[in-house]
């Protein structure tokens, strides 16, 4: 954003912003309720879109934070995938289903599909398609189990 926009803003209207924050802190002093926190999120907003700052960029800006967070956990989850493929256990259930798990990350799948239950850290990271690195990740957990049964 730019800093010449919001400092003309502040110039321009100082006042309201004044009398919203002074009525915000009047509302989360007395009163005790989730009320209190309805009307701080309405005279919050009310500031943003006298602002100008729309709920369409607002909206723009949380998705775009949500898939740069998606992706960053998405990266490190594979990095972490391949970096303990040595530990990595394959289980092959009889439903069909397969398991591919490691201290961190956990997969589970259906034998002939193309996508995968990914699980980092115990938290669920959601369905997968299946790419390089994840059929490596099952091809060196496969290994692992036919070295192990010898």
Do not use: C, H, R
């Not at 321009?12 to 005790?32: C, G, M, P, R, S």
């Not at 949380?62 to 289980?91: G, R």
């Amino acid at each position: 954003m730019n800093v010449e926009v919001w400092t003309d803003f502040l110039q321009q209207n100082w006042l309201v912003i004044v009398i919203a924050l002074v009525v915000l802190f009047i509302v989360l002093n007395l009163v005790k309720t989730m009320v209190k926190w309805v009307l701080a999120i309405v005279i919050v907003a009310g500031l943003l879109i006298y602002s100008g700052v729309s709920l369409e960029k607002i909206g723009e800006v949380v998705t775009t934070v949500k898939d740069e967070t998606v992706d960053t956990i998405k990266s490190e989850a594979i990095n972490v995938m391949l970096k303990e493929a040595k530990d990595a256990k394959y289980i092959k259930n009889t439903d069909g289903t397969y398991t591919v798990s490691t201290p961190n990350v956990s997969l589970v799948g259906e034998i002939g599909t193309e996508t995968v239950e990914v699980t980092f850290k115990g938290i669920p990271v959601g369905e997968w398609k299946v790419n390089d690195s994840i059929i490596t990740f099952i091809e060196i957990a496969q290994s692992n189990e036919s070295t192990t049964s010898k």
